[in-house]
């Protein structure tokens, strides 16, 4: 994996940032009466929002190694060449889980975002935990 250096997972999230930021302006302009670019992708428009959104919050953790050692970026390569696909995948499998209507749904849909969410979570703790420990380890060197 010699390709994923500081310089392409930066250039990666840069890409990610500026594809939900124009999915997210074309949304919100977008007027769906009209026979536009809009109306026949908005579909496309929310997947691409979607996946660069995800993009965005797996590899933020990275910037925090950008002013560091390069150990450091490499301590959490391993992890997050891993960790990421993981937590994109069961994220993704579990935001296209249908959920019933009613009181039930509702439910459905919150443990679901607290599932999300925990994940996320989870994944960022351990993102600055393993690049504060290979730091803190680098710093003593």
Known sequence: MKFLTKKSVLVTFMLAVSMFV???VLQETCSMETKSFCKQNWSNL???GRISSLTFLLL??????????GSV????KRFAIWAAPIVFTVVTALSFVETGGGIGGMVEQRMLATAIIG???AY???????????WWKSRKQ
Do not use: K, N, Q, R
Request: proline fraction near 6%.
């Open 119 to 121: 994940l996320y979570v």
């Open 60 to 69: 933020a953790p990275h910037l925090l190694t950008l002013p560091l050692d």
């Open 22 to 24: 124009i999915a997210a």
């Open 73 to 76: 970026f490499h301590a959490w």
């Open 124 to 134: 960022a703790v351990a993102s600055i935990a393993i690049i504060g420990t290979s």
């Open 46 to 48: 929310a997947v691409v």
